[in-house]
């Protein structure tokens, strides 16, 4: 099997100063990647690369293997669906265990899948696939499928999932699964502590509801936080601090407007909802979010990291004490589409450009 070398210190720009006197430089880990969407840290040197149109790949000591992994689901890749998010078991070294979200249908008929497989690193295989859970949030469209999860503390994985675009007034619906996130056991079954299990149905999954296109999912390791980003329409980018049973808005609330420059509600706020901590108007629509709590960055430590796709940039949200205290951009010399952000087990920042050659990026400080 051929392999592509990566090129660890080539850096992309000269270093650069964030406000907080951080000095970083970025370098390229990997490239030649399709429309990457999500990157995952595993044992022994290993990453796992989502690329949209369904292929995974994985990046092994310093390396980026040509082919594929094989036993990936069949995926519908169109528009902004494709394969997703990719994330190990909390057990990896010891169970082998990856999930994977994709959009799972036809042109007629498609939705949002979560799937489980043991990852065999000497065969490049995924085995023993398990259909997890399918969100029920059937669509004729190809956006607005979420697709991004995180794992609570208690051993429960959130999952979070669009309005399907032409379904918005579903989200504030819990008869389905449009604009929700909802919280399954690792196995995809659902936990009877669920904010709404007692409704049944759909319902019981839920966990909040009233989103539009959540793109980023990330959780404080220190406080337990649950943060949520998510597109707007012409503007209302937000960020959200998810509550048990929390409903945020989507589409009664919303700081955006429609597309055709219409209002889509009166309302930025709505009695009943929870509101943004973030709202991002024009917007920047985020992508992957990332809570950093590594050492190499002492000063960012607590703040969010959202990729900006429109925006071109990673957007930092600076956190203190629980609140937000200010914002900046970086990168934005790169002018490049950021899909995912991701700290690493050596507390750089990993970042990918979501572009036909579509790359893995390296955030490290410039000393």
């Given amino acids: 099997m051929r392999a592509i070398a990566l090129a660890l210190a080539f850096m992309l720009a000269p270093a650069a100063l964030s406000q907080d006197g951080h000095e970083y430089r970025v370098e390229t880990v990997a490239e030649g990647l399709v429309h990457p969407w999500s990157l995952a840290f595993l044992t022994d040197g290993m990453m796992l690369v989502t690329e949209r149109p369904g292929r995974l790949r994985l990046i092994e000591n310093g390396v980026l293997h040509e082919t594929p992994v094989s036993g990936v689901p069949q995926v519908f890749a169109a528009g902004q669906g494709g394969l997703l998010d990719v994330a190990p078991d909390p057990d990896f070294a010891d169970n082998g265990l990856i999930y994977l979200v994709y959009s799972h249908g036809d042109a007629a008929a498609n939705t949002t899948a979560l799937a489980r497989a043991r990852f065999n690193p000497a065969a490049h295989a995924l085995q023993d696939l398990e259909v997890l859970f399918t969100a029920q949030a059937m669509r004729r469209t190809s956006a607005h499928y979420g697709g991004r999860i995180a794992f609570l503390a208690d051993g429960t994985l959130l999952l979070a999932l669009g309005d399907g675009f032409d379904h918005r007034e579903r989200a504030q619906s819990r008869a389905d699964h449009f604009g929700t996130v909802v919280r399954l056991n690792r196995d995809g079954s659902i936990p009877p502590d669920n904010p709404f299990a007692a409704e049944g149905g759909a319902a019981a999954a839920i966990y909040t509801y ?90 960012w430590r607590g703040d969010l990291f959202s990729g900006a796709l429109a925006g071109m940039h990673v957007r930092r949200t600076i956190m203190r004490d629980g609140a937000v205290a200010g914002e900046e951009s970086l990168l934005e010399e790169l002018g490049r589409r950021i899909r995912d952000v991701r700290e690493g087990p050596d507390g750089a920042l990993y970042i990918l450009t979501d572009h036909a050659d579509g790359q893995v990026l390296r955030l490290v400080p410039a000393e």
Avoid: C, K
């Fill in 210 to 299: 009233g989103h539009r296109n959540p793109q980023g999912l990330a959780i404080d390791p220190e406080t337990g936080t649950v943060y949520l980003n998510e597109h707007g329409p012409a503007g209302g980018d937000e960020i959200n601090v998810l509550v048990p049973g929390g409903n945020y808005g989507w589409p009664l609330a919303t700081r955006g407007m429609d597309y055709t420059g219409a209002r889509v509600t009166p309302f930025s706020d709505y009695e009943g909802t929870i509101s943004p901590i973030v709202d991002w108007t024009p917007s920047i629509a985020p992508s992957g979010l990332a809570v950093y709590d590594g050492d190499l960055f002492p000063r």
